[in-house]
Structures are given as structure tokens and as C-alpha cells.
């Protein structure tokens, strides 16, 4: 079975089944997101946390005091 005839039932569903469909997709959706773990590289990491210290050097400075 092909998506677009997946897509055809679902719009064929009556709208209280198909808000039903809509919910499953939307909780399988959240599911996946918190499982997603994405890292930068660590050069990417670096440069940003050195920019940051750069440009709040002041208040760096206050906290470690």
C-alpha cells in the first residue's frame, strides 16, 4: 500500500476517526523528537562557547568573583 492511498483512507475516515489518526501521528511524532539526540561538532561547540566568553566577558568576570 502506497502513502497516497494511506492519505485517500484516511481523508475518506469520518472526521472523529480521523482526528483519532491525527493524534496517533502527533504522539509518534513527540516520541521520535525526544529520542532525536543531536550534538554539534566539537569545533562548532568550541567557537561558539569561545564567542560567548567573549561576549560576556564582563559577567563572567563578576560571577567568578
Known amino acids: 500500500m502506497s502513502a497516497a492511498e494511506i492519505v485517500e483512507m484516511i481523508e475518506r475516515l469520518p472526521p472523529i476517526e480521523r482526528a483519532e ?27 561558539i562557547a569561545e564567542q560567548v566568553f567573549k561576549d560576556h566577558s564582563d559577567l563572567f568576570r563578576k560571577l567568578a568573583q
Open 21 to 47: 489518526v491525527f493524534a496517533l501521528l502527533e504522539k509518534k511524532k513527540a516520541e521520535n523528537a525526544r529520542r532525536e539526540i543531536r550534538h554539534l561538532p566539537a569545533a562548532e561547540a568550541q567557537r
